[in-house]
Every structure is written in C-alpha cells, then in structure tokens.
C-alpha cells in the first residue's frame, strides 16, 4: 500500500470529501479510513481509537520496509 489517507467523520474545513477525492484520484495500493469524531491529525491517538489508529499505521509502514 502506497497511500494511506486517515481522517475523522467530522474533522473541520471538508477535510472527510478532500480525503475521499484523494483517495479516488490516488493510483491502486491505496486505503482510507474514516474514524469516528472531529479531531484532526495526531489527535486521534487520544480518541477510542487511537489504538486501533497506532495499529494502522504501523502496519502502514511495517508494509514499506
């Protein structure tokens, strides 16, 4: 996987229909997560989710190696 776009549903400024473009525009060996809530970034680490968060992107980068 080459890309990994991550948002939340309601993070600010249209950033859920600018990732989902993104990932629409982005060659195959791509994904998209949308987690729950409105934080933004890093800030999902502090949320329910953050492991499930931290999981994905280690899997993210473990598959660059």
Do not use: C
């Amino acid at each position: 996987m080459l890309n990994l776009l991550v948002t939340t549903e309601k993070d600010g400024n249209g950033v859920p229909a600018v990732m989902k473009a993104m990932y629409e525009a982005a060659p195959d060996s791509k994904a998209l997560k949308i987690f729950p809530g409105t934080v933004h970034g890093t800030d999902i680490f502090a949320t329910p989710q953050g492991d499930e968060f931290r999981d994905l992107l280690v899997d993210f980068l473990e598959k660059l190696r």
